[in-house]
């Protein structure tokens, strides 16, 4: 004999909760800085009087939450710490690139494609994103003329992106610095770590 599944709803708290929730989580995506779990918790003390929330509520909540919906949890290397790993790396092999390329300017190109239209930082692996940014500051900074060292190949093997795929990021990416440069503003911000 199969028994009958009873639907419950949530009751007004939990119902409450869950929205202060989905508004944080909301908030952590669009604003500057997110809302505090203090500014949270003085929300749900105004609108839920009855219950009091600690920071582990809200936290494992979001956790429960996030997981509920299938949002990937994992956390990968950050672009800008990927950036900096590689460019210690090949500093270590090359004395012309730690003269020439500096974590400012590959930072410089990164706050670029933040502006720029082109949707390499959302749909391209950080470690394509991270290679790609350091061979256009090469290219950048270093002149044809004493060009020799094999930085496709280097960032090739260390970085496990193709060779094709890194020409192809890059000159997206150069296409990105090209249009920037042509608005003044940030245009400096590149020139002044170029020259």
């Not at 290397?77 to 210690?88: A, K, Q, R």
């Not at 950080?126 to 190949?153: C, Q, R």
Request: hydrophobic content about 45%; charged content about 25%.
């Amino acid at each position: 004999m199969r028994r009958k599944l009873r639907r419950s709803f949530p009751d007004e708290t939990s119902v409450q909760f869950h929205s202060l929730l989905s508004l944080w989580i909301a908030s952590k995506l669009h604003e500057t800085p997110p809302l505090s779990i203090r500014k949270l918790q003085n929300i749900a003390k105004k609108l839920i009087p009855d219950h009091y929330y600690t920071k582990k509520d809200f936290i494992d909540a979001e956790i429960k939450f996030l997981e509920a919906i299938d949002f990937d949890l994992k956390t990968g290397p950050l672009l800008s710490t990927y950036i900096e790993e590689l460019l210690s790396e090949i500093r270590g092999k090359s004395k012309e690139i730690a003269k020439l390329v500096s974590l400012e300017l590959c930072l410089a190109i990164l706050d670029l494609l933040y502006v720029c239209e082109d949707e390499i930082l959302l749909a391209t692996p950080v470690e394509l994103t991270g290679a790609s940014i350091l061979v256009a500051a090469y290219l950048l900074v270093v002149p044809i003329t004493k060009s020799n060292f094999p930085i496709l190949t280097w960032l090739h093997l260390s970085s496990n992106t193709s060779t094709g795929s890194l020409k192809e990021c890059t000159r997206r990416i150069l296409k990105c610095v090209l249009a920037g440069i042509n608005s003044t503003e940030t245009a400096d911000s590149v020139l002044e770590h170029i020259f």
